[in-house]
């Protein structure tokens, strides 16, 4: 379930809400949030991206832009062209290259601004992006004016079986793209579970339902050069600049999720640190109970073992408590030492679940590399060359409840703190109160 919560908070359900929104609603209110949406957008996130230095999220921002751009020049604007019908105004096969190029090279975009992320200087990383960006932009250029017949033979190949493209105009290699850059965007979003990668995920799938959009107005555009007999120009409803636009807005908001993460989230164990712990207190009302965890014989793990081996333990044991029953939240606390919030329950009601914890963490063994384990695991019929060593990892657990010596949260926690150091003088894997 935390998988698919991550894959699809808050970004599905941003796109989701959108969607339905521009299914609905009347063409008079969609109409002002044309002019207007996209500009507030791409300012909004330009400059939370630079006060966030989110470089990546800026590159993105600015491919969204100018694609929607380009696609709005050349397919929206061209309906208003020829109509009346003019098809000397009007060139669909260079429209048609712009579209596909758009298509092909904008789930790319969204990947590699993803896949690079924050790192480096920043010159570095402005010149990559406004590299990609301008390079793509002068060859889409190139090909649509000089090479527009040929460029686009390439773009509209076929190679995928009809059932899979028949439903859209975007060509296969636009699908094929989009379809690469989801499952990569998607794994990332799934084994990482940062609002960054969530919100790349679903900028891509909104990206696609604008090309998607703009590929049905252009399909329009040579029907009516065919003097096909059709609909009035006035219901169509192109609504592919929104949908950038949504994209755009996705960004955004992965971007304050970003932030909000880096502020209240461990970035080692994913669980919530102590500034999350203290709101939660602060939100609870007078009835709980606050657990403090911590691992024992750390320190002596890490030396012996070394920093990386301990950081792996850290990660082990907050998986375990992110799995406490008994309604409890688990936070990072600091080091080696976690806490649990039972919000309206006694310690009484507590320590049950309290003790399956540090059983569950007790029977798991930790497996530690051999000195000749291959860092990789071997394939079937290839053992590796060193055995592995598992150890035993254990907690010691105190907790206290609000009372008159412990009024405050800040109170509670140190009772806490002092039935924890009670459990490890009295021989540790315990819960004391």
């Known amino acids: 379930?935390?998988?698919?919560?991550?894959?699809?908070?808050?970004?599905?359900?941003?796109?989701?809400?959108?969607?339905?929104?521009?299914?609905?609603?009347?063409?008079?209110?969609?109409?002002?949030?044309?002019?207007?949406?996209?500009?507030?957008?791409?300012?909004?996130?330009?400059?939370?991206?630079?006060?966030?230095?989110?470089?990546?999220?800026?590159?993105?921002?600015?491919?969204?832009?100018?694609?929607?751009?380009?696609?709005?020049?050349?397919?929206?604007?061209?309906?208003?062209?020829?109509?009346?019908?003019?098809?000397?105004?009007?060139?669909?096969?260079?429209?048609?290259?712009?579209?596909?190029?758009?298509?092909?090279?904008?789930?790319?975009?969204?990947?590699?601004?993803?896949?690079?992320?924050?790192?480096?200087?920043?010159?570095?990383?402005?010149?990559?992006?406004?590299?990609?960006?301008?390079?793509?932009?002068?060859?889409?250029?190139?090909?649509?004016?000089?090479?527009?017949?040929?460029?686009?033979?390439?773009?509209?190949?076929?190679?995928?079986?009809?059932?899979?493209?028949?439903?859209?105009?975007?060509?296969?290699?636009?699908?094929?793209?989009?379809?690469?850059?989801?499952?990569?965007?998607?794994?990332?979003?799934?084994?990482?579970?940062?609002?960054?990668?969530?919100?790349?995920l679903w900028a891509l799938a909104a990206s696609f339902l604008a090309i998607h959009d703009h590929s049905l107005s252009l399909e329009f555009l040579k029907q009516l050069i065919r003097e096909e007999p059709l609909v009035s120009v006035d219901t169509l409803h192109p609504h592919g600049d929104l949908y950038f636009s949504v994209a755009g807005l996705i960004l955004v908001v992965a971007v304050i999720e970003a932030g909000y993460a880096m502020a209240f989230r461990d970035e080692l164990t994913r669980l919530p640190g102590r500034r999350a712990l203290n709101e939660a207190l602060q939100q609870t009302g007078g009835q709980y109970a606050v657990a403090m965890v911590d691992v024992d014989h750390f320190k002596q793990f890490n030396d012996t073992y070394g920093h990386d081996v301990g950081d792996q333990v850290l990660k082990m044991v907050a998986g375990r408590l992110e799995e406490v029953t008994g309604g409890g939240r688990a936070f990072r606390y600091g080091g080696e030492e976690f806490s649990v919030l039972f919000a309206g329950k006694t310690v009484d009601e507590a320590l049950p679940h309290l003790d399956l914890l540090r059983a569950t963490i007790e029977d798991t063994r930790f497996a530690l590399r051999g000195p000749g384990r291959p860092r990789k695991k071997p394939g079937k019929g290839r053992a590796g060359s060193g055995s592995a060593k598992t150890v035993a990892v254990t907690v010691s657990i105190g907790v206290a409840e609000p009372g008159e010596r412990a009024a405050t949260p800040e109170a509670v926690i140190k009772a806490a703190d002092k039935a924890l150091y009670r459990a490890k003088k009295g021989g540790r894997n315990q819960v004391r109160t």
């Open 1 to 200: 379930m935390r998988y698919l919560y991550a894959l699809i908070v808050p970004g599905g359900v941003i796109l989701l809400a959108a969607a339905l929104f521009l299914r609905w609603a009347p063409p008079e209110t969609v109409a002002p949030l044309l002019h207007i949406f996209p500009y507030v957008i791409l300012g909004a996130g330009v400059l939370l991206a630079w006060r966030f230095h989110r470089t990546s999220v800026i590159f993105a921002l600015l491919a969204l832009a100018l694609a929607d751009q380009g696609l709005l020049q050349f397919v929206v604007v061209g309906i208003h062209r020829i109509v009346p019908l003019d098809p000397a105004t009007f060139n669909p096969v260079t429209v048609e290259v712009v579209l596909q190029g758009v298509a092909l090279l904008l789930p790319l975009n969204l990947v590699a601004f993803s896949l690079a992320g924050d790192r480096g200087s920043l010159a570095s990383r402005f010149g990559f992006g406004f590299g990609v960006l301008a390079a793509q932009v002068l060859s889409v250029a190139i090909l649509a004016v000089f090479a527009a017949p040929g460029a686009l033979t390439l773009l509209e190949a076929k190679f995928l079986p009809e059932w899979i493209s028949d439903w859209t105009a975007v060509a296969d290699p636009g699908l094929v793209t989009s379809a690469l850059a989801a499952v990569c965007l998607a794994g990332r979003c799934v084994f990482s579970r940062r609002a960054l990668d969530n919100g790349f």
